[in-house]
Nanobody
Framework: QVQLVESGGGSVQTGGSLRLSCAAF????????MGWFRQAPGKEREGVAS????????LYADSVKGRFTISRDNAKNTLYLQMNSLKPEDTGMYYC???????????????WGQGTQVTVSA
């Protein structure tokens, strides 16, 4: 079993930056895939980025490429999302997800955090 705890959300102006963290507590083998999802008001939850245990493979949604960077510290079982050049459309609840399988964007992941709110004002 894995528990995921997100932190780092907040409110920023357009063009600002935030760094989200997700700490995973449990067996490391359960976090071979780690990723970020977000859900904006009135929209479906969407995959933002994912990264795999080796750290060399990452996937990003087209909407965040060039602005967001996903990384992980395997020794700490911690996932990060550096978000730069934030836009109002980035506003939403951001969720951390993990799964022992190498799922694209951790789609269908077994483990989920409770989320951290990101608000970007115009």
């Amino acid at each position: 079993q894995v528990q995921l705890v997100e932190s780092g959300g907040g409110s920023v102006q357009t063009g600002g930056s935030l760094r989200l963290s997700c700490a995973a507590f449990g067996d490391s083998w359960s976090t071979d895939c780690m990723g970020w999802f977000r859900q904006a008001p009135g929209k479906e939850r969407e995959g933002v980025a994912s990264i795999y245990s080796g750290g060399g493979t990452t996937l990003y949604a087209d909407s965040v490429k060039g602005r967001f960077t996903i990384s992980r510290d395997n020794a700490k079982n911690t996932l990060y999302l550096q978000m730069n050049s934030l836009k109002p459309e980035d506003t939403g609840m951001y969720y951390c997800a993990a799964d022992p399988r190498p799922l694209p964007y951790c789609s269908g992941a077994r483990y989920w955090g409770q989320g951290t709110q990101v608000t970007v004002s115009a």
